[in-house]
């Protein structure tokens, strides 16, 4: 869920890249013991919305009312009670029951039996308390007559023992705004939306985004896709980035074969405005569902951005059909939200998943070799910012805990490389008629969405499917720690090392994350920005080293100081939303004449050690690294 989330954060020099993403469904109740709750969006005062909860008759005489401290795909507590206000229980007739505050997710009630409904106020975790703490995309956002991002796990709780009961939920909402979701649909109008969900966890595995209508949908075979957009300017509109989305899936649908069994699929893109994104630290991405991804991009990128960021996180939220949604554990399955219990394979329920994200393209031709190939040792020099240690299943399974949570962003990094060695030495342990997709499918094909395996077992359910070499790859390199040597698989596969052009992430860098220029003080003491390196870009805009770089299209910099900083941050994480053709104006002193540059963003690379391919492979090497891309 963490998708993609991918975070983006731009210290001046670091550029930090994370997904996330979520799980999983299942189970069904009888009418009877349906939970009904009722969201007014046409009540919000100080971005708080008043929600009702009705129970099923009670026998107990009391029972827990639970907000979730954490969901399926996060990773880490996130305590969404907190965001919650003003909670009362009532009877029958109206009267007060007692609540017991047990700790700031979960409530007592005394007289359970008695219990008839219970109200509370849901704050948004865009401005609720701490709620930068809350990644953008799996929070809520109130805004009054525009837009209503619900992802409501923040905002709909459950009764002890009762998280397998249905529910129906109802909500009031403005007649301007329309109401995008793959929830069930009981029935719509113009003011009231009614919803039902099999269980709780349909509920939460199901956001809503409640807007002014900006969406496309269409048939992508046996698949309803749907693309629904809030753009604050109106600038971005749902029918422009239909072609990219169809031909992604496409592609997606032709990788995965008979795996995807997913009847529709709903892309859910909330673009934010630069202020607003600050809240976060400029975090950016997707949270994915079982079907349906949320998406949080800022509104000040460019069409080119947005569509290629489209594809390289909805990919990734898309596999997740596969696993956890088709493959998960009973950890998963059965997922305790207030007391997690977690499961030891994250190296396949993200690391497969990205893994699968980045292969793709290649296989189905989106991309060439040498972009797949810079993707990888992209992976490769990322995952030396974790610790090259650690067990995968122990960090896993002790993933909401230090030293795990630290390292979790290790499981996009060193959790795709593991998937591609394993891929790599399937494919040559089989003549490269099998590989860890196929893995994946028998997997799919014996549990499905209603059936978990046994946490303990995957592991030597695979090996049994697969090869002895196979099971000494997970005993030294996902349950043990031995570091991988990366280069020996990529010999396999006839790939070696050598200098390769990297696309820079943005005009602003000279190499990896390193800036084209430094503060540095003039002889009045006062600190500059001085031109010291260029790229390709940079070079034909008409920078020169040396110039004193004074502002970005029309705006100057601010006094370079830690007061200014966040400014001046701001001014610079706009470049990321560039496209090639973007046209720029750099402001610059030189011999104390200021010139006003211009030219465009174009694709700027710098020269890093890289991955190429072996003239002197033998032809059996170079079958085995088609038979690995292509098959």
């Known amino acids: 869920m963490k998708s993609i989330l991918f975070k983006f954060i731009l210290n001046f020099s670091a550029l930090i890249l994370f997904i996330s993403c979520a799980s999983l469904r299942n189970s069904n109740l009888s009418i009877s013991k349906t939970i009904h709750a009722n969201i007014n969006l046409n009540s919000i005062k100080d971005d708080k919305v008043q929600i009702t909860i009705i129970p099923p008759p009670i026998t107990e005489k009391s029972t827990i009312f639970y907000i979730p401290q954490i969901v399926p795909g996060t990773y880490e507590y996130s305590n969404f009670g907190r965001f919650i206000e003003n909670i009362q229980a009532f009877d029958k007739k109206g009267n007060l029951l007692k609540l017991i505050s047990i700790d700031e997710n979960s409530w007592e009630i005394l007289g359970a039996n008695r219990l008839a409904k219970i109200t509370y106020l ?127 899936m496409k592609a997606q649908k032709a990788f995965l074969g008979d795996a995807n069994d997913t009847s529709s699929y709903d892309i859910l893109l909330h673009l934010m405005d630069m202020d607003a994104l600050k809240y976060f630290g400029g975090m950016m991405g997707a949270l994915e569902h079982h079907t349906s991804t949320t998406v949080v991009f800022a509104d000040a990128m460019g069409p080119g951005e947005i569509t290629q960021n489209l594809i390289d996180v909805v990919s990734h939220e898309f596999f997740h059909t596969l696993t956890p949604l088709n493959v998960h554990s009973e950890e998963i399955h059965n997922f305790e939200y207030n007391r997690p219990l977690m499961s030891k394979h994250l190296w396949m329920y993200e690391g497969t998943t990205e893994y699968f994200a980045n292969l793709f393209q290649i296989n189905q031709g989106l991309i060439e070799s040498s972009d797949f190939y810079n993707r990888i040792i992209e992976k490769v020099n990322l995952a030396k910012n974790y610790d090259d240690n650690m067990s995968f299943t122990e960090m896993s399974a002790g993933i909401v805990n230090e030293p795990y949570q630290s390292n979790y962003g290790n499981v996009y990094q060193k959790g795709t490389l593991i998937n591609m060695c394993l891929d790599i030495l399937i494919r040559e342990k089989s003549g490269g008629s099998k590989g860890i997709l196929w893995v994946m499918k028998n997997l799919a094909k014996k549990y499905g969405k209603d059936i978990p395996f046994k946490d303990d077992q995957l592991i030597e359910e695979i090996i049994s499917m697969t090869y002895a070499e196979v099971g000494e790859f997970f005993d030294n390199h996902i349950i043990g720690t031995t570091p991988i040597d990366y280069n020996y698989y990529f010999t396999k596969v006839g790939l070696i090392n050598g200098e390769v052009e990297m696309p820079l992430r943005s005009i602003i860098f000279s190499e990896g994350t390193k800036l084209f220029f430094s503060s540095q003080p003039n002889p009045s003491g006062e600190l500059q920005f001085i031109v010291n390196q260029l790229n390709q870009s940079i070079e034909k805009i008409g920078l020169q080293i040396g110039d004193v770089l004074l502002g970005i299209n029309g705006e100057l910099f601010p006094e370079i100081n830690q007061e200014n900083s966040e400014k001046i941050n701001e001014m610079l994480t706009k470049s990321f939303g560039w496209d090639e053709d973007k046209e720029i104006t750099l402001t610059v002193k030189r011999n104390d004449e200021t010139l006003n540059l211009t030219g465009k963003v174009g694709n700027p690379t710098y020269p890093e050690t890289g991955l190429l391919e072996d003239p002197k492979a033998d032809v059996n090497i170079i079958n085995l690294r088609n038979s690995w891309m292509f098959k």
Request: no cysteine; hydrophobic share 35%.
């Open 122 to 248: 849901a704050n948004d975790t865009f401005d609720g308390p701490n709620g930068n703490e809350i990644y953008p995309m799996g929070g809520t956002d109130f805004q009054e007559g525009r837009i209503y991002l619900l992802n409501l796990h923040s905002m709909i709780g459950y009764f002890e023992g009762r998280k397998e009961n249905a529910y129906k939920l109802s909500i009031n909402s403005p007649k301007n705004l329309e109401a995008f979701t793959s929830l069930s649909v009981i029935s719509k109008s113009d003011s009231l939306d009614v919803f039902d969900a099999k269980r709780y966890f349909h509920i939460i595995d199901n956001p809503i985004l409640y807007s002014k209508p900006n969406a496309i949908s269409f048939d992508l075979d046996e698949i309803k896709v749907g693309l629904a957009i809030y753009s604050p300017t109106d600038t971005h509109q749902a029918k422009a980035y239909q072609p990219a989305i169809e031909k992604m």
